[in-house]
């Protein structure tokens, strides 16, 4: 098992920047692909992005595409999303989650995930 805590949500004017981490419990953090999810009020949870258990692979929506990075530092067992030029429409609250295994084509669906943090706010202000 893994236990998942986010942090480092806020409100940030748009066009800014904000870094979120998922801190993560246990020894075996390299063992699962991570993901990061964000839920806006009213809507699905969608995916951001998400990387491979070595850090080597990694998958964004198009929608974040050239502005988010999603990185991992397993020493630290600690997952990373730094968000730049950041919009209004990026305002929702964001849950990091991890898998054991998973197949690349289903990094993007939530439902596949097994451990989910508790989420942290972002907003964006126009």
């Known amino acids: 098992q893994v236990q998942l805590v986010e942090s480092g949500g806020g409100l940030v004017q748009a066009g800014g920047s904000l870094r979120l981490s998922c801190a993560a419990s246990?020894?075996?953090?390299?063992?699962?692909?991570m993901g990061w999810f964000r839920q806006a009020p009213g809507k699905e949870r969608e995916f951001v992005a998400a990387?491979?258990?070595?850090?080597?692979?990694?998958y964004y929506a198009d929608s974040v595409k050239g502005r988010f990075t999603i990185s991992r530092d397993n020493a630290k067992i600690t997952l990373y999303l730094q968000m730049n030029s950041l919009k209004p429409e990026d305002t929702a609250v964001y849950y990091c989650?991890?898998?054991?295994?998973?197949?690349?084509?289903?990094?993007?669906?939530?439902?596949?995930?097994?451990?989910w943090g508790q989420g942290t706010q972002v907003t964006v202000s126009s």
């Open positions: 990387i491979s258990r070595s850090g080597t692979n990694t």
């Open positions: 246990g020894r075996t953090f390299s063992s699962y692909a």
């Open positions: 989650a991890a898998v054991p295994i998973i197949a690349t084509m289903a990094l993007r669906i939530s439902d596949e995930y097994d451990y």
